[in-house]
């Protein structure tokens, strides 16, 4: 019996996988980001593969990366350097022009000479104008630990201009 419910679990998901639509992009954008209780402003590019399934189910896996300059309490600025890679789970609306979905994500971090890691969660909405042209909007908080500060809360909210084919 254990045997036929993992048969069918993985013939349900290969068959789930083979009737969705798959859509790649690339995508450039702003964030309006906190780190260390200092609002700074980063700009990100990124490449995502997404799938959406005749039942309406998205899915979505992206990797960015992102640069910015944040302004620190001894009148000195340290450069920010971020890596995520995203999972998104969400339901997909009006013949999956409209994304609505959750995200987990993991994250490394770099603060001037201070490295740090953490994961995270959020939300986000997608929306494709045409074919090859969409933007989306996300909110993502992260819970970071360091090796050179204590552990901190690292968020973002992204705008992204993206190319889909």
Known sequence: MKKL????????????????????????GVSSAKVLEKDFTEVN???GVNWYTQSDIYVGIVIEFAYGNVDLEDGKSAD????NAD???GYSMFDNNLA??????????SVDTMNGAGFGYGAGVD????????MNL??????????????????KINTNFKYTF
Not at 80 to 83: A, E, G, K, L, P
Not at 127 to 134: E, V
């Open 80 to 83: 920010v350097f971020s890596s």
């Open 100 to 109: 609505l979905y959750a995200i987990g994500s993991g994250a490394l971090q």
């Open 87 to 89: 999972l998104k789970l």
């Open 5 to 28: 419910t993992k048969l069918a679990i993985v013939t349900s998901a290969l068959a789930l996988n083979l009737s969705a639509q798959n859509v790649t992009d690339y995508h450039i």
């Open 45 to 47: 590019v990124g490449y």
């Open 127 to 134: 929306y494709r104008f045409t074919k090859n042209f969409a």
């Open 138 to 155: 996300e909110y993502k908080t992260y819970d970071m630990t360091s090796d050179k500060m204590p552990n901190y809360t690292y968020e």
